[in-house]
């Protein structure tokens, strides 16, 4: 069973920077449409940002011009660079991978903007 694991998340202010990291115990990545999502307590899970294994890019219209998805598939790792981060930002960050018939999850990573 492949794991995935986030890192990354903690307390920041309006304004800053923090970057998630999403490590796979298999080298899947590189091969999966791999994305990060967020959710907040009683509301459903939403896409932020993915990456195809062809490197193509897609982001929520929230994120645009804030967030970057990138992967290093040497180091079965996806990251979400989060720059301008704004109090509506606030959630549990998880990465996801899909591969043919398989959807793995991680467990979480909170993201906490203070205004």
């Known amino acids: 069973q492949v794991q995935l694991k986030e890192s990354g998340g903690g307390l920041v202010q309006a304004g800053g920077s923090l970057r998630l990291s999403c490590v796979a115990s298999?080298?899947?990545?590189?091969?999966?449409?791999t994305g990060w999502y967020r959710q907040v307590p009683g509301k459903q899970r939403d896409l932020v940002a993915s990456?195809?294994?062809?490197?193509?890019?897609n982001y929520a219209d929230s994120v645009k011009g804030r967030f970057t998805i990138s992967r290093d598939n040497d180091k079965n790792t996806v990251y979400l660079q989060m720059d301008s981060l704004k109090p509506e930002d606030t959630a549990v960050y998880y990465c996801?991978?899909?591969?043919?018939?398989?959807?793995?999850w991680g467990q979480g990573t909170q993201v906490t903007v203070s205004s």
């Open positions: 298999a080298n899947i990545l590189s091969k999966a449409v």
């Open positions: 990456i195809t294994r062809g490197d193509t890019t």
């Open positions: 996801n991978a899909k591969l043919f018939l398989a959807n793995y």
